[in-house]
């Protein structure tokens, strides 16, 4: 994989995972798996039948999860000690061709754009929740779900940051921005630095 791809790769994973982990896990292992993209080799993993079906079987009860109002709250409070981690180990997975500089560089600033979206989504959704009829709560999921879709696309079309800029244009996700932007500038360097040092 290209490094630029790869660094479009970790953020967007990193975003992704913050909104709907186990789709963003499920999603891009699938895709692997199917031969569409090659995936780094630290990321491999989410290819095995083991981690499709446990990713998928998460991936359906968070959709269900999520529709429920007060339980997507308790929902999202418990995965604070899952996303942000996996979001991390994600990004680290993602830079495994640019060196472990790289990589120590997606983990650390992977983990804060997983932290950002994740806190923005916890946050926007209790307050949704305020309001007693589901109808709000239903368009919020449903959006969180088609904007993880669409950035997921992103970073597999255009093989960019593209993921950064759809996390910058969305509302709730704003506060995870500047560490998006710092992720795809820190690991840009890290991997040139990588290359310089590797022998021809």
């Known amino acids: 994989m290209e490094p630029l791809q790869s660094l479009a790769l970790a953020a967007g994973l990193a975003w992704a995972s913050g909104v709907r982990m186990y789709a963003a896990v499920f999603i891009v292992g699938l ?3 199917l031969g569409y993209v090659h995936l780094p ?6 290819e095995h039948n083991g981690v499709l079906i ?11 999860a999520d529709k429920v109002p007060g339980f997507d709250s308790a929902w999202d409070s418990i995965h604070t000690f899952i996303r942000i981690p996996i979001g991390a180990m994600l990004a680290w997975g993602a830079m495994s061709d640019a ?5 120590i560089v997606a983990a650390i600033l992977g983990g804060a754009i997983t932290g950002g979206t994740h806190l923005a989504k916890m946050s926007t959704r209790a307050a949704i929740n305020i309001s007693p009829e589901p109808f709000t709560n239903w368009t919020a999921s449903f959006g969180e779900e088609g904007a993880v879709l669409a ?10 940051c593209s993921s950064c800029c759809l996390c910058c244009s969305l509302p709730s996700s704003r506060g995870s921005c ?8 820190a690991s840009g360097a890290g991997s040139k630095a990588s290359a310089r040092r590797r022998p021809r």
């Not at 446990?54 to 269900?64: K, R, Y």
């Not at 950035?151 to 093989?159: D, K, N």
């Open 31 to 33: 895709i692997g798996r």
């Open 54 to 64: 446990a990713s998928g079987i998460m991936l359906f009860a968070e959709f269900l």
């Open 99 to 103: 060196g472990a500089d790289a990589q």
């Open 178 to 185: 500047r560490s998006c932007c710092a992720f795809c500038v």
């Open 151 to 160: 950035g997921l696309w992103l970073v597999f079309a255009t093989r960019s």
């Open 41 to 46: 080799e630290h990321l491999q993993v989410l």
